[in-house]
């Protein structure tokens, strides 16, 4: 079989793929439409991840995370990282949240990281932590002229630095 040949046959294997590719993403920003909610568990252990479906430019939003404990023990020297794009402007936290570091990230943006043992989190319980954001009145950086979307990322992490598992969604941004 020569060349052209079996690139007439490759050709509507491509196509086929390239459109299974554009099905998923539609089906994504559908379910994104009204802002991205993403949950993945780890142990007894369930990370979520909410952000606003769309944000303009000046507007600001909150993301939430939230930990649950399903297990009948208390988790000791975990953290929960979220990561934005390092562009994304950040409120600092409010009296009485809990304490947060934050640090660039090279190639992923900005990493806030949130120690979850003190306080404690209880079997059943879940705990709530809100990050307010904002996108900047100028276009970020690589921006298209109209809807562009961002990856934001979350993170439960042991005390050696590993993930334990990992959630994302997409903020689109007007």
Same mark, same amino acid.
């Given at each position: 079989?020569?060349?052209?040949?079996?690139?007439?046959?490759?050709?509507?294997?491509?196509?086929? &793929?390239?459109?299974?590719?554009? *099905?998923?993403?539609? %089906? @994504?920003d559908r379910a994104n439409a009204d +802002?991205?909610?993403?949950? =993945?568990?780890?142990?007894?252990?369930?990370?979520?991840?909410?952000?606003?479906?769309?944000?303009?430019?000046?507007?600001?939003?909150?993301?939430?995370?939230?930990? &649950?404990?399903?297990?009948?023990? *208390?988790?000791?020297? %975990? @953290?929960?990282?979220?990561?934005?794009? +390092?562009?994304?402007?950040? =409120?600092?936290?409010?009296?009485?949240?809990?304490?947060?570091?934050?640090?660039?990230?090279?190639?992923?943006?900005?990493?806030?990281?949130?120690?979850?043992?003190?306080?404690?989190?209880?079997?059943?319980?879940?705990?709530?932590?809100?990050?307010?954001?904002?996108?900047?009145?100028?276009?970020?950086? =690589?921006?298209?002229?109209?809807?562009?979307?961002?990856?934001?990322?979350?993170?439960?992490?042991?005390?050696?630095?590993?993930?334990?598992?990992?959630?994302?969604?997409?903020?689109?941004?007007?």
């Amino acid at each position: 079989m020569n060349r052209s040949a079996r690139q007439i046959l490759l050709l509507p294997l491509v196509l086929a &793929t390239v459109s299974a590719c554009e *099905v998923v993403d539609q %089906v @994504r920003d559908r379910a994104n439409a009204d +802002g991205g909610e993403a949950s =993945a568990t780890a142990g007894g252990l369930t990370l979520a991840l909410q952000i606003p479906g769309m944000l303009r430019a000046g507007a600001e939003g909150t993301v939430r995370l939230s930990l &649950t404990n399903h297990g009948d023990s *208390v988790p000791r020297n %975990v @953290r929960l990282d979220l990561i934005v794009p +390092g562009w994304m402007e950040l =409120a600092p936290p409010r009296p009485g949240d809990r304490e947060v570091t934050m640090a660039a990230e090279e190639g992923e943006g900005t990493r806030f990281s949130y120690r979850m043992d003190e306080p404690a989190i209880g079997p059943g319980e879940t705990q709530i932590l809100e990050q307010r954001v904002r996108v900047p009145m100028e276009s970020p950086p =690589a921006a298209a002229a109209s809807v562009s979307r961002r990856l934001i990322r979350a993170r439960l992490v042991n005390a050696q630095g590993q993930t334990l598992t990992e959630v994302q969604s997409e903020l689109t941004l007007d």
